[in-house]
């Protein structure tokens, strides 16, 4: 049985910073791409970032790379968004994700965990 949990969200204050983690269980991590989405209240799921299973190549968002950073540690069966200048349009439930190809396209990842929220306070 695969899980993907996520931990990290909280509320913090426009300009703070927030380290997401994602622990995976049930799959060869190694074996995946992982990958951060978000989704606000009323509003499409939305790509965040995406990285391959090396570690050794990563996807952005449109304006997403400037302030957002995935990393991953295989060893640990772990992917990491630092989130960085918070603002208050970032306010989302933040979702980690697992599939073979790093996309943007919801429908192409295998499975997906429960999501923490994350609140920027202006």
């Known amino acids: 049985q695969v899980q993907l949990v996520e931990s990290g969200g909280g509320l913090v204050q426009a300009g703070g910073s927030l380290r997401l983690s994602c622990v995976a269980s049930?799959?060869?991590?190694?074996?995946?791409?992982m990958a951060w989405f978000r989704q606000a209240p009323g509003k499409e799921r939305e790509f965040v970032a995406a990285?391959?299973?090396?570690?050794?190549?990563?996807y952005y968002g449109d304006s997403m790379k400037a302030r957002f950073t995935i990393s991953r540690d295989n060893a640990e069966n772990t992917v990491y968004l630092q989130a960085n200048s918070l603002k208050a349009p970032d306010t989302a439930v933040y979702y980690c994700?697992?599939?073979?190809?790093?996309?943007?396209?919801?429908?192409?990842?295998?499975?997906w965990g429960q999501g923490t929220q994350v609140t920027v306070s202006s």
């Open positions: 990285i391959t299973w090396s570690g050794s190549s990563t």
């Open positions: 994700a697992a599939g073979r190809l790093a996309t943007e396209r919801v429908t192409e990842y295998d499975y």
């Open positions: 049930g799959l060869r991590f190694s074996d995946y791409v």
